[in-house]
């Protein structure tokens, strides 16, 4: 067995930067100054099929905004922490606060400030279209670019590794209609 389906395996919590990997990175603004992003259909059905799955997640990001906490919220991240500069503190924070070890956790960032928690857990995961410096320290780089769908190929990969892709899909399409 790879060494990368055994970090994959592992995984039981998915933090994830915002800014470049559920967004295309860029952030406009309208006509009031207020900024808006945009974000990928497929990794929103992706953070509803990982906590199906009885995955964890979270939110990190450099920046922040009302946009970043509803999303969150909407999603159900178990955590969100908008402007932070030390993201590997965070990561351990998170780790001690919900009982697992860092190397259970995949962190999927795409810039400078992201290197230092995608070495410090158990699977880095970058965008196709990450910085030089955020792919170098990844163990995967994902075929999908940031805001295309990279969350969703990450949280695929887990659950194949894991065995339970096809039940968790089925759970999700087995669920009743309306807001869930």
Known sequence: MSDIKERLRRVCFIVCDVDGVLTE???AF??????FRTFCVRDVTALTLW???????ALITGLGSKAVE????????????????????????????????LDEMAFLGDDIIDVRAMRAVG????????????????DVVAEAAGGKGCLRELVYRILAAQGRLDE?????????????
Not at 123 to 138: E, M, T
């Open 25 to 27: 990175g860029g952030i």
């Open 70 to 101: 509803a999303v969150a919220s909407q999603w159900k991240c178990t955590e969100c922490h908008m402007w932070v500069k030390d993201k590997r503190r965070v990561c351990q924070t998170i780790a001690e606060r919900h009982g697992v070890g």
């Open 123 to 138: 699977l880095a995961v970058a965008p196709h279209d990450a910085a030089p410096d955020a792919k170098a320290a990844a």
């Open 51 to 57: 906590h199906l799955s009885g995955g964890k997640s």
């Open 168 to 180: 968790t899909i089925a759970a999700y399409c087995a669920r009743e209609d309306g807001p869930q």
């Open 30 to 35: 309208d006509g009031e100054g207020r900024p």
